[in-house]
């Protein structure tokens, strides 16, 4: 399969002023976006991604779960389309590229191909999945993982916002309630351009993450039962602290984490205190650890690890321990051949890369259980996500975007 050309590459500015263009919908409050999915803002996104991918000559599908494809025909009709995508909406308080930039960049592609009159034997296809953030409707990448049969459409459509709003309301409301069966798309490769979200990248002063692996993860909830008393009057011999048995477990967690570098994290973000008062003992602790690893059997153990040693701490404590596990995914390998391909693409364009692990959830994740998938990465400025003041440069934007074109011209098949 003939590689493109050395140097075609995608036009930059005109991404640039294509985010800025759909950044302006749905501001937020300092300098960012709330175009929080299902919303009128969400509506007003989608209608003008739909102009800027018509006039690029793509047609447009809609799924049942709002889902947005826009294809641009290969010279093969009995070919599979290579897809391109990720989200357009945002967090309340999110930036102007997580999503974005992957969506934008897939219609920068194709109109960079129609200007140097590139022809595939693969359809391309644009896509925008609804709903990838979970901020207004849990869970995240809902639409992508109905779209690859994780969950059904009926659990989606029940999805309640914290005004008690269903999902499959509102996707009517806004007018992107489709009629294509989802799911039934059939893909060759799947694609995914995202800002990292983490600091890897900058630190390194790499152009180009080369995305091998998604973290796996275990959400564990611990509830430790000790016994409420006076914290001035009751001897230190006398006390069933829950809340000292909860320390003992996050250092032990720390350990547990430590034990299996590299390429494993763990730790605690949040705890509640029962009654959480200052001069009372807590009778009960609720806690939530979250560990992650790209590699399944190391994850698991370091679950194994912890449910073994936890009860241990809080026997000696007189402390109740339960556990429940209430969050998981499993680590996702990227393809291959996807991946070399991304990577060559670095190589041939002359573009500074390293391999990423993504720590975060991404649509991609989901579609690598129906095609074979794989995802490119930009730096963003002090790894910063999930808040306004996100931000990447022009330069960053554009690198990552000539690999994507690079990479999905050779899988969808250049024609000479
Ligand atoms: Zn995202």
Known sequence: ????????????????????????????????????????????????????????????????????????????????????????????????????????????????????DIRTRHPIVVTNWTNEEGARFAPAMLASGVFAGIHTQDFAYDRKDPDGKRFGDELKRIGWLGDEVVGARKMHAYFEYHIEQGPILEAEEKQIGVVTHCQGLWWLEFTLTGREAHTGSTPMNLRVNAGLAMARIVEMVQGVAME???????????????PNS???????????????????????????????????????????????????????????????????????????????????????CWASKVAPSTMVMCPCVGGLSHNEAEDISKEWAAAGCDVLLHAVVETAGIVE
């Not at 299996?260 to 029962?274: L, T, Y």
């Not at 009960?284 to 701490?313: C, G």
């Open 1 to 116: 399969m003939a590689a493109p050309g050395e140097n075609m590459r995608i036009n930059a500015d005109r991404l640039w002023d294509t985010l800025m263009d759909m950044a302006k919908i749905g501001p937020g409050i300092a300098g960012g976006n709330n175009r929080q999915t299902l919303t009128d803002e969400d509506g007003e996104g989608r209608k003008l991604f739909q102009s800027w991918a018509e006039a690029a000559g793509m047609t447009m599908g809609v799924d049942t779960m709002g889902n947005m494809f826009f294809t641009r025909p290969g010279t093969d009709p009995d070919a599979l389309p290579v897809y391109v995508g990720s989200h357009l909406d945002t967090q309340p308080t999110g930036g102007k590229y997580d999503g974005v930039l992957g969506v934008l960049a897939g219609l920068e592609l194709v109109r960079s191909m129609n200007d140097l």
């Open 260 to 274: 299996n570098q590299p390429g494993a994290v763990g730790g605690i973000g949040q705890v509640f205190f029962s």
């Open 278 to 364: 200052r001069n009372v003992l807590p009778g009960k602790v609720v806690f939530t650890v979250d560990i992650r690893s790209p590699d399944k059997a190391k994850l698991d153990r370091m679950r194994a690890k912890i449910e073994a040693e936890a009860p241990k701490i809080t026997e000696a404590l007189g402390v109740g321990c339960s556990i429940e596990a209430i969050g998981h995914f499993e680590p996702v390998t990227f393809d291959p051949t996807l991946v070399t391909a991304v990577r060559n693409a670095a190589d041939r364009l002359g573009y500074s890369h390293m391999n990423l692990i993504s720590g975060a959830g991404h649509d991609a």
